[in-house]
């Protein structure tokens, strides 16, 4: 049986302002270069030399073509904030938290977003997995359900496309709508992010 509703977390903020992303792969790097036109972005990974480029150089946009850059964002009013330690983030806010790591990270991706939470008191983030395979949301679930109501943690899956050139350069190789959708009661929750999403040019519907 799950514990009682007052041991979680309170909702999250009407207007978002930030959004945490957790990996910091081709796709990853898609969304955050994207979401940074319209808001802060933190990018939490592991792989050092990543984001040790992106927070020099930001996140590189090149010609799929040419494989020349054509952009760099973390120069624009917002920027991109990148670290492997999610511990410098945990007094900021996390309104929308993306998780966009292969599915055999799904485990370390739930404790770095438990570190993230670890101080907060109100304002728990819409948790979403963009990952592809089965089973990603009900590990999160599972791993954060003292904290994290199951209704706050919600499934994604989108059509763009994005490779990794190399270090810190990425090319967007498709476009397409991206679908979020939930078990639970979250309709009013995820028309926020749809409408966040179709800002930074992520057409994005509910399903």
Not at 103 to 122: G, R, V, W, Y
Not at 175 to 183: A, D, F, I, K, N
Request: hydrophobic share 40%; proline share 4%; aromatic share 4%.
């Amino acid at each position: 049986e799950k514990m009682a509703h007052s041991r979680w977390l309170t909702n999250v903020a009407q207007i978002p302002t930030k959004v945490t992303i957790i990996g910091a792969g081709a796709m990853a790097c898609l969304f955050a270069a994207k979401l940074s036109n319209i808001l802060p972005v933190y990018l939490v990974s592991n792989w050092r030399e990543q984001i040790d480029h992106i927070n020099k150089c930001g996140v590189q946009m090149c010609d799929p073509d040419t494989l020349s850059v054509i952009s760099s964002h973390n120069k624009n009013i917002h920027g991109i904030t990148a670290s492997s330690l999610p511990s410098i983030f945990q007094q900021d806010e996390h309104d929308i938290v993306l998780v966009m790591v292969k599915s055999p990270h799904t485990e370390q991706a739930a404790q770095t977003i438990a570190s993230l939470l670890k101080f907060k008191k109100s304002e728990t983030p819409a948790i979403i997995t963009m990952q592809n395979g089965l089973g990603n949301r009900e590990i999160l679930e599972s791993r954060l359900n003292e904290i994290i109501s199951p209704d706050r943690i919600y499934q994604g899956i989108t059509n763009q496309g994005a490779c990794l050139n190399e270090v810190g350069r990425i090319s967007h190789t498709g476009s397409g709508t991206t679908s979020l959708s939930s078990s639970f009661e979250g309709e009013k929750e995820l028309n926020k992010v749809v409408n966040l999403f179709d800002q930074a040019g992520i057409p994005t519907k509910l399903i």
